[in-house]
């Protein structure tokens, strides 16, 4: 996206794009999230328009007041609420070229979600959660009573934004049952930075949500198909990667957008992408929830050194050598 139609936010990203690592205004994730915005050409035109409304006031002075233009922002076309008719601004007809219409409706997707939200709802207790989701999936029936309630009260609070998701055959070597740590593995597989205990303050207690495509595209009356993401599609993210656009000759679009893996590595070579989509709002059920765990791990690997790894081989998988050239050249993030 060209973002130089907006001079006001333009200026700014240039400039914390670029600055030295040494300098004493540094911060690796102010620099990612500067990155993400020169970098993604998938952003339309049209919703570049809806952006640009919340720079009218003056020019970016910092982080922070970019932060809180892009929030305003990301609340009314993204976090609608779920009684009101507009769709979040990934799910309209604007963003068609970015929609996967040619997945697998039968696919499984995967949701990983932080626990604090519904254990605030009604004062639910995460242990509480997690017997009853052991004793539904042993053919319990109140505990499919105190499910179906958790996720009423959840439903009503949980507003229309899109949801990153990955397909279960992705991470099923993870979720395979005897895997240790599989809660770690999961988030760092799938780039979820924010799930560390460092940022918390204490360890993570996290919910997996599994359900098929099809319940995705039914969820917007048949039109729910799900996304390759792009940086309007939800919060400023410095775990977040831009994807490639395909060249113009290419004769099929991609099916996935490919996430930084946050797993230790000692090189690039055993650096592996993993994957993911922003998938429609669905009404959870109890058959929905499909594992429990507790992230007890801290991110080890330094944020630049992942993107390092990543770029070079999101260009290799696209055949776009000349993706973040302008920015980059041939080197790294």
């Known amino acids: 996206m060209d973002l130089r139609t907006i001079p006001n936010l333009h200026d700014y990203l240039l400039e914390a794009a670029s600055r030295p690592t040494d300098s004493e205004g540094y911060d690796p994730e102010e620099r990612a999230c500067t990155q993400n915005f020169l970098l993604d050409e998938r952003?339309?035109?049209?919703?570049?328009?809806?952006?640009?409304?919340?720079?009218?006031?003056?020019?970016?002075?910092?982080?922070?007041?970019?932060r809180i233009r892009h929030r305003g922002f990301a609340k009314e076309q993204l976090f609608i609420d779920p009684g009101e008719s507009l769709l979040p601004l990934t799910f309209r007809s604007l963003n068609d070229r970015n929609r996967v219409t040619r997945i697998d409706t039968r696919l499984n997707l995967i949701r990983v979600e932080g626990a604090d939200q519904p254990c605030s709802t009604d004062g639910y207790a995460f242990e509480d959660i997690r017997a009853a989701i052991e004793a539904f999936q042993q053919g319990n029936d109140a505990a499919q009573d105190f499910l179906q309630g958790l996720c009423d009260a959840w439903n009503a609070k949980r507003d229309q934004r899109p949801a990153y998701v990955t397909t279960e055959i992705q991470v099923e070597d993870i979720l395979t049952d005897g895997v240790e740590d599989w809660p770690t593995r999961l988030r760092d597989r799938l780039g979820l930075g924010h799930l560390a205990p460092g940022l918390a303050g204490r360890p993570v207690e996290i919910l997996v949500i599994r359900y098929p495509v099809s319940e995705a595209i039914d969820a917007l009356d048949g039109q729910g198909h799900p996304a390759i993401p792009t940086v309007l599609d939800g919060n400023i993210n410095g775990y977040f990667f831009p994807n490639p656009r395909p060249k113009p000759e290419a004769t099929e679009a991609p099916l996935y957008g490919r996430t930084l893996n946050l797993t230790p590595v000692a090189s690039d070579n055993d650096y592996e992408m993993g994957y993911e989509l922003v998938s429609p709002r669905i009404r959870y059920r109890p058959e929905h929830f499909y594992r429990v765990g507790i992230v007890a791990e801290p991110v080890t690997i330094p944020l630049e050194r992942a993107r390092g790894f990543h770029l070079p081989w999101l260009r290799i998988e696209a055949g776009r050598d000349d993706f973040g050239a302008e920015l980059f050249g041939g080197g790294e993030p």
Do not use: I, N, Q
Request: charged share 40%; no cysteine.
């Open 43 to 66: 952003p339309t035109e049209e919703a570049l328009k809806l952006y640009e409304r919340h720079f009218a006031s003056g020019k970016v002075s910092d982080f922070d007041d970019w």
